[in-house]
């Protein structure tokens, strides 16, 4: 089971460091990727870790505003955002999958709940 946390409101600039608690013992063998979805939009991929932290893949769109990172001992992802856009707001959910660090939100087989992001200019 899969709990995002962490979204608000926040101005154009800014940051938010968004969290994605996991509960389980085998956390620390999966994928665990964030996807966000637009009003009126499809989801679409942000960011993906491997299971050590080792790989991590990001959307073009990112342009090194946002780390992806885990703490498989706390069993938790985050998301740290950084110069947060207006085209940033979205819900944010968190998902995992068993291996390999890919885009494709139909690969994974777990999500979250989502948590709202909203950005204003």
């Known amino acids: 089971q899969l709990q995002a946390f962490g979204g608000g409101l926040v101005q154009a600039g800014g940051s938010l460091r968004l969290s994605c608690a996991a509960s389980g013992r085998t956390f620390r063998s999966y994928v665990m990727g964030w996807f966000r979805q637009a009003p009126g939009k499809e989801r679409e991929f942000v960011a993906a870790?491997?299971?050590?932290?080792?790989?991590?893949l990001y959307a073009d769109f990112i342009e090194g505003r946002f780390t992806i990172s885990r703490d498989n001992l706390k069993n938790t992802v985050y998301l740290q955002m950084n110069s947060l856009k207006p085209e940033d707001t979205a819900v944010y959910y968190c998902?995992?999958?068993?291996?390999?660090?890919?885009?494709?939100?139909?690969?994974?087989?777990?999500w979250g709940q989502g948590t709202l992001v909203t950005v204003s200019s």
């Open positions: 870790i491997s299971w050590s932290g080792d790989t991590t």
């Open positions: 998902a995992s999958k068993s291996r390999g660090v890919v885009m494709a939100p139909e690969m994974y087989h777990y």
